[in-house]
């Protein structure tokens, strides 16, 4: 027995050091609030269900198509805020708990542009400069875990997890119509531009009592704050054709070498009420700055208008995780994996999406939806999520209001870690966007 309580001591200390070590885990250590799968930004394309790189015709194409940017024939300028919501009910196979059903929240600004269409000779242009907020990571669990650990020895835990921040991008966007079937565009993405800033902050804490009401009862606590300071650059690239209702569109995201600057405090404390040799108090701070590639992803989207009325479209997306690695000084680590294995599974996006339009002497008047399959990945595979969307929107007189809900859930996939096992989590998103456009 004396064994096994060394062995879980050295195990805690194993806990508390792998937040702090420099082959960190950045992926497992820092779960995404939202889907980690590049999407665009804005209300109507959200309301397509996000099938959006051959329709993109308004300022968000910067985002999803840039080359669609040359539909546009007014300066104008916008702005969408947000509202997201993520439920997770999780099951722990041989551990039960008391909280089973966590939720996080938070609204935020998600997207603002100014658009300036213009002409030299017969060639048709477009610029525009985007805020775009990409990829959130609020997200809060607090639970109490009992059962057995690896040891064979009782346990009683509350953990708690509270993570707050964003990536976001300041991005100049061109597009240029090369024929009246063709355009192309560019857009160049800048992360992290201070004073902004773009980054997450964590905090973990673990109250822990091994052996209740024995002689070997042993009780710790542990508390990691880190902080994560993220910048970088790279462009995404797109082509738009089209021939009479149908069309095409294409985009390309480059992958990029993030800069990452990662800070730590950590304290660790075990109290033996019946083993004082065993009591101690650690603490240990790091700073470190860390290379990370994100990955490169692109798509294909195909649209079709049936009338002035009705469109519908179809995108297939997808993202090379197998080449999400961090530098370390023994290797790249796929952050898949958790080592340098490149034998990951790369994700697929599929959206459906259609839009109807009301046209009256006044105001257009749009109502929209879509469906779309949007897994997360694994280090076997994928997380499998599916999701819907509906929205709606009016264009009066310069003004153009939209709005749109979207709902994405998935069943039985890798959830949180007591010991050794992973949980099987049910996780339900709900986001709610609303965007306003000015045409000057």
């Given at each position: 027995m004396?064994k096994?309580t060394?062995?879980f ?5 194993l ?9 960190g885990?950045i ?5 995404f609030g939202s889907t980690p799968?590049?999407?665009?930004s804005?209300?109507r ?5 996000g099938?959006?790189i051959a329709?993109a015709d ?9 080359a ?13 805020l947000t509202?997201?919501s993520r ?9 039960s708990?008391?909280a089973?059903?966590l939720?996080?929240s938070?609204g935020?600004?998600?997207?603002a542009?100014v658009v ?9 242009m ?8 990409l ?11 009992t ?9 009683i ?10 990536l ?5 966007a061109?597009a ?5 079937a063709?355009?192309i565009g560019l857009?160049?993405?800048f992360w992290?531009?201070?004073?902004m800033?773009d980054g997450?902050?964590?905090q973990f804490?673990?109250?822990?009592v091994?052996?209740?009401g024995?002689?070997?009862?042993i ?15 790279n462009?995404?690239v ?5 021939i009479t209702?149908?069309t ?7 992958s990029?070498?993030a800069?990452?600057?990662?800070e730590s405090?950590?304290?660790y ?9 065993l ?5 240990f701070d790091?700073?470190e700055?860390e ?5 490169e992803s692109f798509?294909?989207?195909v649209a079709y208008?049936?009338s002035?009325?009705?469109s519908i ?6 993202t090379?995780?197998s080449?999400?690695q961090l530098?370390?000084?023994?290797g790249?680590?796929n ?15 599929v ?8 046209v ?5 008047a ?5 469906f ?5 990945p694994m ?6 999520y599916y999701?819907?969307?509906v929205g ?8 153009v209001i939209?709005?749109a809900?979207q709902?994405?859930q998935a ?7 007591v010991e050794?096992?992973r949980?099987e989590s049910d996780n339900?998103d709900?986001?709610?966007i609303v ?6």
């Amino acid at each position: 027995m004396m064994k096994r309580t060394i062995a879980f001591a050295a195990f805690a200390l194993l806990l508390l050091a792998r937040t702090a070590s420099a082959q960190g885990l950045i992926y497992q250590r820092v779960p995404f609030g939202s889907t980690p799968n590049p999407v665009g930004s804005g209300a109507r394309a959200v309301a397509w269900g996000g099938a959006f790189i051959a329709v993109a015709d308004d300022a968000t194409a910067a985002s999803w198509n840039p080359a669609g940017l040359v539909q546009l024939i007014e300066p104008e300028a916008s702005v969408a805020l947000t509202y997201h919501s993520r439920v997770e009910q999780f099951a722990f196979s041989g551990y039960s708990t008391e909280a089973d059903s966590l939720s996080s929240s938070g609204g935020n600004l998600n997207y603002a542009s100014v658009v300036y269409p213009f002409h030299v000779g017969e060639v048709n242009m477009v610029a525009s400069l985007n805020y775009q907020r990409l990829y959130e990571f609020d997200r809060r669990l607090e639970y109490t875990a009992t059962g057995v650990n690896s040891f064979g020895d009782n346990f009683i835990a509350k953990r708690k997890f509270d993570q707050s921040g964003a990536l976001s991008t300041v991005t100049p966007a061109f597009a240029v119509q090369i024929t009246p079937a063709l355009s192309i565009g560019l857009a160049v993405n800048f992360w992290g531009l201070e004073p902004m800033g773009d980054g997450w902050e964590q905090q973990f804490q673990i109250e822990q009592v091994l052996n209740p009401g024995t002689p070997n009862e042993i009780h710790s606590w542990s508390e990691n704050q880190e902080s994560y300071d993220f910048s970088g650059t790279n462009f995404v690239v797109g082509a738009h054709f089209k021939i009479t209702n149908f069309t095409i569109g294409a985009v390309y995201k480059s992958s990029f070498v993030a800069k990452v600057r990662y800070e730590s405090e950590n304290e660790y404390s075990q109290f033996a009420p019946f083993q004082p040799n065993l009591n101690y108090t650690q603490f240990f701070d790091q700073d470190e700055d860390e290379s990370l590639t994100w990955p490169e992803s692109f798509g294909v989207g195909v649209a079709y208008r049936f009338s002035d009325r009705f469109s519908i479209a179809m995108d297939a997306y997808t993202t090379l995780w197998s080449r999400y690695q961090l530098e370390t000084d023994d290797g790249d680590l796929n952050l898949i994996t958790g080592d340098e294995s490149t034998d990951v599974v790369d994700t697929w996006q599929v959206r459906l999406g259609a839009e109807y339009l009301w046209v009256q002497p006044k105001y257009v008047a749009a109502l929209r939806g879509g469906f779309f399959y949007d897994p997360e990945p694994m280090s076997d595979g994928h997380m499998d999520y599916y999701g819907a969307a509906v929205g709606g929107g009016i264009v009066y007189q310069n003004f153009v209001i939209d709005a749109a809900f979207q709902y994405r859930q998935a069943n039985d996939i890798e959830g949180e870690r007591v010991e050794n096992v992973r949980a099987e989590s049910d996780n339900q998103d709900y986001f709610g966007i609303v965007s306003l456009i000015y045409h000057f």
